[in-house]
């Protein structure tokens, strides 16, 4: 292989990363040095590597490495950094737990157990460098404390290699309020919406974050049709969630939970809307679980999630022109429980090492979900023998449940051509699949295609399912626009301009399709013969404004390719493109993938 500098600093970095995982605190890669003699007449080098001895200061002479052992174990949990610069700290009290002196102010605000448990060494073991950065990371996810700093210092008998710890914890604001005032634009619909939270990052001394929110909303509907009483929209909500900095579940050890350093999250939401159309309350409970066993996967369990949608009262014109008309629309249109369970997964190759939003080198990632539902409640209606409804479906206090299964695949890739020019690619499928008490898919759980992170030739849920074509667009037909499967893909030029802009040109391509055949939605459902011919195909540019913590979007696409139609100019908009036809602007945050 070529002499390469790079290379001989990778080794040296290797070499001390395995000597510090194996207890020799004090070894750094100066300690290694390369001699280079090259061969006469050749373009061959012969590499010797020297480890040299440890050496306290200039003066002394060498000595062997010493191999370092874990002495006792102390925190400190009102450290101060204003206070590292003098010789004192303020300690008012101290409490001893298993053996690990705790000191304080004034009042002891994380439990004992919680700081214990948190390390990853103990006293007697050897020390390792890796077991220091995971006690980092478990005490950088608490989100009582707002720094730790972790330092190591020699005990003064000299016939020892012991170091003691000092795990200082700096504390983190607990309590917050927070206030929102939004303007909103729902199809050109203008209004407004306001939210007050509150949070509490350590309610129970444990580092668990309670929230509670209350959010109003008002718009003003337009383009509705006569004989509604009133043309405004209003929605009242508030939600309310514990997340605890631990995985609460039964039968683990205590060991595997706090390697696995899961969270766990459990939440309750309410919402009530009144429309011109229909009045509707829908609420929901649900308990999930996050984990990390490295930085570059993630994963997601929902234990359970359920859903409940109400609606109390439903206007006798919307009940006539929409809904005695069409099954699909009468479907999404009834009381609905969902009780469902799933899992998700997501790699990214590139890990927490971007910087500025900027990729240092090509990535990719990968994010799959599963979901779930109706399954049990299935087994346990048909097991008791329940009597169905007058739609041949089982429910529970009179209300249906919904029953099916949803799995999506989504990769993306970054390939980087220099500094300022990278290439980025996504492809992305999903499928739901109603069946034993579900007819279709609830509306909630639909794919919708069309939009800033879809075809973006197409206005937001405006294309398919299919080749289905409606002459005008109604309020309501956003109903029509929805469908069980979903295909996307995408490939994207993106480069910096100057300042903090940045510049793309994007080909979009996808559609949805039903997996049944519906009248509302002609041209609608999938079949293999012909799907391939209904994918739609949008190009465009697009302007991103970089403001470090997030980027601002603004895309502009056109239609290449309709698939409402089976031929002709129609067919084919990028041969005689018309701005009002085949354009649509979107603003958006963050890249579409």
Same mark, same amino acid.
């Given at each position: 292989?070529?002499?390469?500098?790079?290379?001989?600093?990778?080794?040296?970095?290797?070499?001390?990363?395995?000597?510090?995982?194996?207890?020799?605190?004090?070894?750094?890669?100066?300690?290694?040095?390369?001699?280079?003699?090259?061969?006469?007449?050749?373009?061959?080098?012969?590499?010797?590597?020297?480890?040299?001895?440890?050496?306290?200061?200039?003066?002394?002479?060498?000595?062997?490495?010493?191999?370092?052992?874990?002495?006792?174990?102390?925190?400190?949990?009102?450290?101060?950094?204003?206070?590292?610069?003098?010789?004192?700290?303020?300690?008012?009290?101290?409490?001893?737990? *298993?053996?690990?002196?705790?000191?304080?102010?004034?009042?002891?605000?994380?439990?004992?157990?919680?700081?214990?448990?948190?390390?990853?060494?103990?006293?007697?073991?050897?020390?390792?460098?890796?077991?220091?950065?995971?006690?980092?990371?478990?005490?950088?996810?608490?989100?009582?404390?707002?720094?730790?700093?972790?330092?190591?210092?020699?005990?003064?008998?000299?016939?020892?290699?012991?170091?003691?710890?000092?795990?200082?914890?700096?504390?983190?604001?607990?309590?917050?309020?927070?206030?929102?005032?939004?303007?909103?634009?729902?199809?050109?619909?203008?209004?407004?919406?306001?939210?007050?939270?509150?949070?509490?990052?350590?309610?129970?001394?444990?580092?668990?974050?309670?929230?509670?929110?209350?959010?109003?909303?008002?718009?003003?509907?337009?383009?509705?049709?006569?004989?509604?009483?009133?043309?405004?929209?209003?929605?009242?909500?508030?939600?309310?969630?514990?997340?605890?900095?631990?995985?609460?579940?039964?039968?683990?050890?205590?060991?595997?939970?706090?390697?696995?350093?899961?969270?766990?999250?459990?939440?309750?939401?309410?919402?009530?809307?009144?429309?011109?159309?229909?009045?509707?309350?829908?609420?929901?409970?649900?308990?999930?679980?996050?984990?990390?066993?490295?930085? *570059?996967?993630?994963?997601?369990?929902?234990?359970?999630?359920?859903?409940?949608?109400?609606?109390?009262?439903?206007?006798?014109?919307?009940?006539?022109?929409?809904?005695?008309?069409?099954?699909?629309?009468?479907?999404?249109?009834?009381?609905?429980?969902?009780?469902?369970?799933?899992?998700?997964?997501?790699?990214?190759?590139?890990?927490?090492?971007?910087?500025?939003?900027?990729?240092?080198?090509?990535?990719?990632?990968?994010?799959?979900?599963?979901?779930?539902?109706?399954?049990?409640?299935?087994?346990?209606?048909?097991?008791?023998?329940?009597?169905?409804?007058?739609?041949?479906?089982?429910?529970?206090?009179?209300?249906?449940?919904?029953?099916?299964?949803?799995?999506?695949?989504?990769?993306?890739?970054?390939?980087?051509?220099?500094?300022?020019?990278?290439?980025?690619?996504?492809?992305?499928?999903?499928?739901?699949?109603?069946?034993?008490?579900?007819?279709?898919?609830?509306?909630?759980?639909?794919?919708?295609?069309?939009?800033?992170?879809?075809?973006?030739?197409?206005?937001?849920?405006?294309?398919?399912?299919?080749?289905?074509?409606?002459?005008?667009?109604?309020?309501?037909?956003?109903?029509?626009?929805?469908?069980?499967? *979903?295909?996307?893909?995408?490939?994207?030029?993106?480069?910096?301009?100057?300042?903090?802009?940045?510049?793309?040109?994007?080909?979009?391509?996808?559609?949805?399709?039903?997996?049944?055949?519906?009248?509302?939605?002609?041209?609608?459902?999938?079949?293999?013969?012909?799907?391939?011919?209904?994918?739609?195909?949008?190009?465009?540019?697009?302007?991103?404004?970089?403001?470090?913590?997030?980027?601002?979007?603004?895309?502009?696409?056109?239609?290449?390719?309709?698939?409402?139609?089976?031929?002709?100019?129609?067919?084919?908009?990028?041969?005689?493109? *018309?701005?009002?036809?085949?354009?649509?602007?979107?603003?958006?945050?963050?890249?579409?993938?």
């Amino acid at each position: 292989m070529n002499l390469d500098v790079n290379v001989l600093d990778e080794e040296r970095q290797r070499i001390t990363g395995y000597l510090l995982r194996n207890s020799y605190y004090k070894f750094n890669k100066d300690y290694i040095a390369y001699t280079a003699d090259t061969v006469r007449g050749t373009y061959l080098v012969d590499l010797t590597l020297h480890l040299q001895g440890f050496k306290a200061s200039l003066v002394d002479s060498m000595q062997p490495h010493k191999q370092y052992r874990i002495g006792k174990v102390h925190f400190i949990t009102d450290y101060d950094v204003l206070q590292s610069l003098s010789s004192s700290m303020n300690i008012n009290d101290s409490v001893d737990y *298993k053996g690990y002196p705790i000191y304080y102010q004034n009042k002891l605000y994380l439990r004992p157990k919680v700081l214990v448990d948190n390390l990853r060494f103990a006293p007697g073991d050897m020390y390792n460098e890796s077991h220091v950065q995971q006690t980092y990371s478990n005490f950088g996810r608490l989100s009582a404390l707002k720094y730790t700093n972790i330092r190591f210092l020699e005990t003064s008998a000299k016939d020892t290699a012991d170091l003691n710890c000092y795990v200082m914890l700096t504390k983190s604001k607990h309590r917050s309020v927070t206030f929102e005032v939004e303007g909103t634009n729902s199809a050109g619909d203008l209004g407004a919406a306001a939210s007050v939270s509150f949070q509490n990052r350590n309610i129970f001394r444990g580092s668990e974050t309670f929230m509670i929110k209350f959010r109003g909303a008002y718009e003003v509907i337009s383009g509705l049709q006569p004989g509604y009483s009133k043309n405004n929209y209003t929605e009242y909500g508030v939600e309310t969630g514990i997340n605890f900095p631990n995985f609460l579940f039964p039968f683990l050890s205590s060991d595997y939970k706090r390697r696995i350093r899961a969270t766990t999250e459990v939440g309750l939401q309410y919402n009530y809307q009144i429309r011109p159309e229909f009045s509707r309350t829908m609420a929901s409970a649900f308990w999930s679980y996050k984990w990390s066993r490295r930085q *570059k996967i993630q994963h997601r369990f929902d234990l359970i999630n359920i859903g409940f949608l109400y609606l109390p009262w439903i206007s006798g014109k919307f009940k006539e022109v929409y809904i005695d008309k069409n099954d699909l629309f009468r479907y999404s249109y009834q009381d609905r429980l969902i009780i469902n369970m799933g899992y998700n997964y997501y790699y990214s190759s590139v890990g927490r090492s971007i910087l500025n939003n900027t990729i240092a080198s090509d990535s990719y990632s990968i994010r799959f979900n599963l979901e779930s539902a109706g399954n049990i409640m299935y087994a346990l209606s048909k097991a008791t023998h329940i009597r169905k409804n007058s739609d041949g479906e089982y429910a529970i206090l009179g209300i249906p449940y919904a029953q099916y299964m949803k799995g999506e695949f989504d990769f993306s890739k970054n390939i980087r051509i220099d500094h300022r020019n990278w290439f980025a690619f996504h492809v992305g499928l999903g499928v739901a699949v109603p069946y034993g008490n579900a007819k279709t898919i609830p509306f909630e759980k639909q794919y919708f295609s069309g939009g800033a992170n879809s075809v973006r030739g197409w206005g937001v849920r405006t294309l398919g399912p299919g080749s289905f074509f409606k002459e005008s667009e109604e309020r309501n037909s956003l109903l029509e626009r929805s469908g069980d499967i *979903k295909l996307d893909a995408s490939i994207e030029y993106r480069s910096r301009l100057f300042w903090k802009f940045q510049g793309a040109a994007f080909v979009d391509a996808g559609n949805i399709w039903t997996i049944r055949n519906y009248d509302s939605q002609p041209g609608g459902v999938f079949k293999f013969n012909k799907f391939y011919k209904q994918i739609a195909v949008a190009y465009g540019l697009g302007l991103r404004l970089d403001l470090d913590f997030f980027i601002l979007r603004f895309d502009g696409g056109m239609k290449a390719i309709n698939p409402v139609y089976e031929s002709g100019k129609d067919r084919y908009p990028f041969t005689s493109p *018309k701005f009002s036809r085949d354009f649509a602007f979107h603003f958006a945050v963050g890249y579409p993938f």
